[in-house]
């Protein structure tokens, strides 16, 4: 049961871990949308990086749900024995929910600040598309004052 009980706090430390890291990459993805221009590249490896970390989170939870289900009844019967690991665990869950609840809200604040960046940059590359059509217009009909027409030119002779 000792045993036991450490994978458990130490998994619970690692997701610890994961997600202030997971927070750090939020912060900095945020930065990299508010800058301008925008780093379309860097923001998109913060995300393979962020959906790596939730991979490990959901690997983490899935092991410490089962290893918690396989000891739970044990661990009741034994409260007092274990108390004080038990509430370094508990400790540690606060930690995590705590976190979890931080990341949450940054994420939903980068919610907002992404979909503006995106909105903007779909606003700029209208308008470069446009400004291209616009001179390649342009372009055609110079080109098409500088050519004399051959028939004109066989009327005045």
Excluded at 6 to 23: C, E, Q, R
Excluded at 61 to 68: I, S, V, W
Excluded at 115 to 141: C, V
Aim: with cysteine; glycine share 2%; aromatic share 6%.
């Amino acid at each position: 049961m000792d045993n036991y009980l450490i994978v458990l706090k130490d998994s619970l430390i690692k997701k610890d871990n994961i997600l202030t890291d997971l927070i750090s990459k939020s912060e900095e993805q945020a930065e990299i949308v508010k800058a301008e221009p925008v780093d379309w590249d860097e923001f998109t490896h913060i995300v393979d990086e962020k959906g790596e970390l939730i991979d490990e989170i959901m690997k983490l939870d899935d092991g410490f749900e089962t290893l918690y289900a396989r000891i739970k009844e044990g661990l009741e019967e034994n409260k007092e024995k274990y108390k004080d690991i038990i509430l370094e665990i508990q400790a540690l869950v606060k930690s995590v929910t705590e976190k979890s609840t931080k990341l949450q809200a940054i994420e939903y604040r980068n919610k907002t600040i992404i979909e503006t960046a995106f909105a903007n940059t779909r606003k700029e590359i209208k308008q470069s598309k446009l400004g291209q059509k616009a001179a390649a217009d342009y372009y055609n009909k110079m080109n098409k004052i500088n050519t004399i027409d051959p028939q004109l030119m066989d009327r005045n002779c």
